[in-house]
């Protein structure tokens, strides 16, 4: 509880808070596109940087294979309960059904950086190869959402199709910065971390403060897009978070995370993408319709999980690990 | 000052899918040019899209293309085929121009 | 190529602006779509608007809406009432698609 | 509604070159007014223009330009005169208007 | 004198004009509009956020109240100055007139900023919440520009319009910003300066210089317009800094303001703005001439407090204070 | 060869080849033009500001007398070498040969400042008015290019067009901001220097790193556009750094510089503009192929300086230093 009211109060939650709040009340409060996904590049880059710096420092990096495996895996089963979630709850057309489970495969990079940061604020460690499960995380659940919408259909992708949605999935921008940031920092470790420092360590809490205002003002849009929603969508999009946090608790503990690895473990499961995906899901599935998953991940499930699900997979985590 | 009847075809297309049509573009011999400008939005069968912080998948832009009738023609449809059931309309219109060479 | 005449709508409106047009064509059932342009500057009655770090309070846009002859007069007559004394254009031209029922 | 015939132009110009397009454009006291929409590249006889973070040297605009047929015509030979061998191109088409004394 | 000198040999105001050079020669010198503009609200958030950390830190917060209605009287009042000294000295419409007292009866943010550099840079502490004061004085002189343009007419605003118009005045972007970065900063302390430290003060002076320069470029734009604007309207951008300079170190000194404090109230006073009330004005006004008032704001205002006024309005303060 | 690698492994040069990277497998990964812009400037701004902090710093200011005049000559001068090198190996056009050559006269400061970051890694000092030969290196160049385009035919500019480059040679953009923030720093010092540190000396490697990035995705670009350009020209992209460079080293020796100072020299002398002079030419030179003089620019001596230039001519430099 208290560490859930230290996370409402702290500068970027407020951030976003207060973007919300100027998104409710329909001011002209706006940040310019072009900087906002500047400031997105910025976050990423850290992470993997950070991240690959501190796996540099390590003994050994051969511990770094089974949580990749099992990350990987996460993102490749989590669209099946979505799924069936959905089928269950909403009369989200099949198509839709399988777009949006992919979306929750998936992971959300600014959830995970909001966790991070959340981490740090209460000084508990995690390891530094989480960056590169973000971004193994990204993509799975791409091909078993599509599985999911054909498995309907006789007819399958052409081989043009087919070859476009590959290099989607592996040349993704984000994932591409995400594994490259991640390179450098392990290729330059201590040395690459003292020139770049004063950039992607010092100013990284202001940043994320700048986007996650940004965010607020994104989801208040959104939520005009879900009045239409449904209670059944909402729901979903509450409920499943919570079934992705509890795999992902389960899985971390297993294959021997530390509690802050576990935490971010199941927050990355919980959380939705809404950059690598979307893009994809135009490409592969152009009749699903867009706004709805968008509205799903960044109007419901990122502010849950902003809000209430970081502090929660943590506790939960402390508890699983006595 | 003497002008000359052309075509112009003007494709709303999604972003990430524009490369595909500049590229058919660019293997028609007979098409000059194109220009592109960039939307902060629309809307259409697959909703409303706005600018977006957080992504660039729904980022649409407009190409511009002026050409005779006949390679208009042949354009719209070659367009249209690549859109499929994509995202993207396609206008054609009246334009004149001075320098008929030119396109 | 068969195609189907419609009509092309193109409005010059400050940003600030640009919702309350947005929302007068969402409401419209017959306007199947509407796409959103940015605007560098411009000059007209109320004088210059260059690009302006200091305010957003002078830019524009330009929408576009592809519609039925009809609809456009109905269109382009309330978005004048709308605008009233504020700055802005409408501009009415002929255009033609070739998917008529998207439009 | 009743509407009015008018002319419209749209240059296709490099950014650092428009400036001198649109002192033309307000030196002649019969054109009301002009908007200026940025591009994000194009493809013609100087080759091809891609957003470049590194340089601004090959952006290019469209200005567009609602006048009478006449004025029209003075501004397209004008224009065409300036740019010469510069990169551009210069459209011409038709367009309606609602309130004739603003154009 | 001596302050004078080192105010213009500083970096922000050296920054500044070189951007007025570059412009006067017509340098294609140009900051793309999608930064300034994030460079703004950067300087906003900062100004807010400090402002609210350090009226944490202080004892009695209930020291804000009578400032706060001094300042909220200050920008309703000073559109009356304005207004006559337009109408005696210049040939503007009633409509214009009161679109111009408007500007000048809020305030510039940026011109506030450069004051707390110029005072930071001498050691001149002032009082926290002065980025309150900011955020009160920007609106409520829309509300005398408008009475002061209809006083001559019957016809009163449609319901319809006046709602927009309460909305655009208590939405604005700017104040929104403002408000909420000190909220922020007041309810996250000195923990939340910790963490945002390397952004929002660190940073300061380097993005004050990059926004300066911008601002140079577009006062030189500015400048080809009030070639045609007449004698007496650039009197009036030149008098009337003055006079608000002089009405608000009364009211600073007499509600009980430190020296900076009372420099700070008369800068803001002396200052006009060119964000919030242009945009006001564009929906309540719209027959006004927009680049009027831009013009001698940011041509004319801007400029003189900038590089003579403030400096003078802190000698005027010493001498207030014995 | 040690140093080779070590540059090669650098964070900056890692980021270039990341976004080579990205953009040759046609990932979207894409920095917004208008963020990759200002980033330029920021460059721009915070070498010349050192320079100026530096020579300010220094006891005898008329010592740069003499090398910014070789600086002048050098890029008076090497065009005609590179216009010899072109006639020869290729088969462009005289219009275009003139306007290549424009480009490799003048300066790449994006490779500038790569080397002063690899100097200072390095622990190499240099002057501080290297800057200021930077700015005198962009223009003059131009001169020649045009001569060299018109040594073929009778008819000269007409006078309009004449005022419009002399214009653009010398309101240049980056030669404004470079001079003026080069006297800035000059007039502001160590006390400019204290308040601007933390964002245009801490914040300098990251910023670097990201524009990197862009331009290693830039460079990709241009990749397909020299598929159609022939071995001579590739052949002239690689000749001309050197022959450059060999003549900047002999001119920086000559002229008393440090080795680092002479290392930068001879960077500057091998490297060819991609802002001052495509503008320029687009106005003198409409009808030269402006995706050709960028395409070998930017294309192929940028990565060569960048990856393999650098370090090379440190060494040179170096052994001339015995
Ligand atoms: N009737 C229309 N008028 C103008 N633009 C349209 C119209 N319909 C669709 N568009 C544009 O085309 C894009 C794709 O449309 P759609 O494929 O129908 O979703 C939309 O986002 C709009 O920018
Ligand atoms: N004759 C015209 N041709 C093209 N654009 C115009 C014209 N008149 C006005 N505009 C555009 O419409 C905006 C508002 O015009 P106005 O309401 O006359 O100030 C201007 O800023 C221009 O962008
Ligand atoms: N046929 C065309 N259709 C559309 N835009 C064109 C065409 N030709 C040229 N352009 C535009 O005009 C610019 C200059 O053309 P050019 O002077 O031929 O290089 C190009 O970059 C395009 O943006
Ligand atoms: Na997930
Ligand atoms: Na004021
Ligand atoms: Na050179």
Chains 1, 5, 6 share one sequence.
């Not at chain 1, 050994?60 to 979630?85: E, T």
């Not at chain 1, 993509?139 to 006789?154: D, H, V």
């Not at chain 1, 590959?166 to 591409?176: K, M, P, Q």
């Not at chain 2, 409303?48 to 390679?71: K, N, Q, Y």
């Amino acid at each position: 509880m208290d560490a859930a009211l230290a996370n409402l109060l702290s500068p970027p939650v407020l951030c976003f808070l207060l973007g919300l709040l100027a998104g409710v009340v329909r001011s002209d409060l706006e940040i310019p596109e072009a900087v906002a996904r500047a400031l997105a590049l910025y976050l990423i880059f850290s992470i993997g940087f950070k991240g690959g710096v501190e796996l540099a420092g390590t003994s050994d990096p051969r511990a770094l294979l089974p949580p990749l495996l099992v990350a990987a895996g996460l993102s490749l089963l989590l669209p099946l309960p979505a799924f069936g979630l959905l089928r269950l709850l909403t009369r989200a057309s099949r198509i839709d059904a399988a777009a949006i489970a992919a979306h929750y495969g998936s992971v959300s990079i600014v959830t995970y950086v909001a966790a991070t940061s959340f981490l740090q604020a209460r000084g508990i460690r995690f390891e530094g190869f989480m960056a590169a499960l973000v971004a193994v995380m990204e993509t799975p659940a791409i091909l078993t959402g599509l599985l999911l919408a054909r498995s309907g259909k006789s007819g399958a992708m052409d081989a043009r199709r087919r070859r476009e949605l590959l290099h989607e999935i592996l040349a993704n921008g984000s994932v591409v910065l995400l594994l490259g940031s991640f390179a450098i920092g392990l290729l330059t470790g201590a040395e690459g971390m003292r020139r770049l420092e004063p950039v992607v360590a010092s100013g990284f809490q202001g940043v994320l403060c700048f986007f996650l205002l940004d965010m607020g003002l994104l989801v208040a849009r959104r939520f005009t897009g879900f009045r239409t929603m449904g209670a059944g969508l909402l729901l979903f999009g509450l409920l499943m978070p919570i079934v992705g946090a509890a795999t992902g608790l389960l899985a971390g503990r297993l294959v021997g995370l530390s509690l802050g690895g576990t935490a971010l473990l199941a927050t990355l499961s919980a959380s939705a993408s809404y950059i690598a995906v979307p893009a994809a899901m135009r490409l592969a599935l152009p009749r699903a319709d867009p706004s709805l998953s968008l509205s799903l991940a960044l109007g419901v499930t990122f502010p849950f999980n902003l809000l209430l699900g970081i502090p929660l997979y943590l506790a939960a985590a402390g508890w699983l690990f006595g | 000052m003497q002008t000359h009847r052309r075509k112009r075809l003007e494709i709303v297309v999604e972003k990430k899918r524009a490369a595909a049509v500049l590229d058919l573009l660019d293997r028609d011999p007979e098409v000059t040019g194109w220009t592109m400008l960039p939307c902060l939005g629309g809307r259409g069968h697959t909703g409303t899209r706005l600018p977006e912080g957080a992504t660039d998948a729904l980022d649409t832009v407009v190409i511009l293309v002026v050409t005779s009738e006949a390679v208009a023609q042949r354009v719209m449809a070659a367009v249209l085929e690549l859109l499929a059931e994509h995202v993207g309309i396609v206008l054609l219109s009246d334009v004149e121009v001075a320098r008929p060479a030119h396109f």
